[in-house]
T-cell receptor
Framework: DTGVSQDPRHKITKRGQNVTFRCDPI?????LYWYRQTLGQGPEFLTY????????KSRLLSDRFSAERPKGSFSTLEIQRTEQGDSAMYLC?????????????FGQGTRLTVV | GQNIDQPTEMTATEGAIVQINCTYQ??????LFWYQQHAGEAPTFLSY??LDGLEEKGRFSSFLSRSKGYSYLLLKELQMKDSASYLC??????????WGAGTKLIIKP
C-alpha cells in the first residue's frame, strides 16, 4: 500500500460543468475525510465517512457538493455546476480509529481550476 | 466559535532554532496535531500532544499547555528543507480536526 491516492492530480474545467474526484484511502483505514484548501489557508473540513456511512457534512458545503463511499473503500466527491469560487486544492485523508484520536494521512490532493 | 491562531509567516537562519506558536479556542479538546506542508503538497504528520508537556522527536519538539490553550512547535538545527508551512490542528469534542491557517517558515542561508 503506497498511501492515500487521489485522482486526478489536476483538473481544469469550465464554469457550470460537473467534476468528480476519486480518493483511495489506505486499505485498512475506516475513516475518510475530504477537505478543501485555498492558498495561505489551512484545510477546510468538507465531509467525513466512517466506513460507508457519511457521518458529518460541513454547513459550508452547498448542495452542489456530494460525496459517496459506496463500499467503505474508495470515495468520490462530485461538484455540480462548478463556480470560480470552487477553485482550490481538494484533499482526502484517511485514518484508522474507533472513536479515539488517530493520525490522518493525506493524499496529494486534486487541484481544481474553474475558468 | 472555534478559533486557532498562528503567526502567518516567520523567518529563521539555517542552523538556528525557531519556535512556532499556536493558541486555540475550541469546543472541547481531544488532542493537538502539528503538520508540515511543502508548497503544492499534502500535509504530513509531525506530532501529536494530548497531555501537558513536551514531546521530543529528533530535531522537532512540540509542547502543550491545555490550561492556557497553547502549543508550540520547536525546530532545532534548521535545514533549508524545513522551509514549509506548519499547520496546527486541534481535535474538538466531536473528534473533528479544526485547522489553523498555517505558519509559513522561510529559512535563509
Amino acid at each position: 500500500d503506497t498511501g492515500v491516492s487521489q485522482d486526478p492530480r489536476h483538473k481544469i474545467t469550465k464554469r457550470g460543468q460537473n467534476v468528480t474526484f476519486r480518493c483511495d484511502p489506505i486499505s485498512e483505514h475506516n475513516r475518510l475525510y475530504w477537505y478543501r484548501q485555498t492558498l495561505g489557508q489551512g484545510p477546510e473540513f468538507l465531509t467525513y465517512f466512517q466506513n460507508e456511512a457519511q457521518l458529518e457534512k460541513s454547513r459550508l458545503l452547498s448542495d452542489r457538493f456530494s460525496a459517496e463511499r459506496p463500499k467503505g473503500s474508495f470515495s468520490t466527491l462530485e461538484i455540480q455546476r462548478t463556480e470560480q469560487g470552487d477553485s482550490a486544492m481538494y484533499l482526502c485523508a484517511s485514518s484508522l480509529g474507533t472513536g479515539d484520536i488517530a493520525e490522518a494521512f493525506f493524499g496529494q490532493g486534486t487541484r481544481l481550476t474553474v475558468v | 466559535g472555534q478559533n486557532i491562531d498562528q503567526p502567518t509567516e516567520m523567518t529563521a537562519t539555517e542552523g538556528a532554532i525557531v519556535q512556532i506558536n499556536c493558541t486555540y479556542q475550541t469546543s472541547g479538546f481531544n488532542g493537538l496535531f502539528w503538520y508540515q506542508q511543502h508548497a503544492g503538497e499534502a500535509p504530513t504528520f509531525l506530532s501529536y500532544n494530548v497531555l501537558d508537556g513536551l514531546e521530543e522527536k529528533g530535531r522537532f519538539s512540540s509542547f502543550l499547555s491545555r490550561s492556557k490553550g497553547y502549543s508550540y512547535l520547536l525546530l532545532k538545527e534548521l535545514q533549508m528543507k524545513d522551509s514549509a508551512s506548519y499547520l496546527c490542528a486541534v481535535t474538538d469534542s466531536n473528534y473533528q480536526l479544526i485547522w489553523g491557517a498555517g505558519t509559513k517558515l522561510i529559512i535563509k542561508p
